[in-house]
């Protein structure tokens, strides 16, 4: 829902709550939320890199 017209702040939230209430349910996640984040490469430890 796009309420960027609406400039009191009390009135938005109240629409964006009732559209949310008037949406279909959301289905079941496909894959957990981390999953896709990009995995972090560890730098060996021991001696200096530089």
Known sequence: MN???????AERK??????RKKAPPKGP???ARGSLKK?????AKGQRKR
């Open 3 to 9: 309420t960027k017209h609406i400039t009191d702040k």
């Open 14 to 19: 109240a629409l964006k709550r009732e559209a």
């Open 29 to 31: 996640r496909k894959h």
């Open 39 to 43: 995995k972090v490469q560890h730098q």
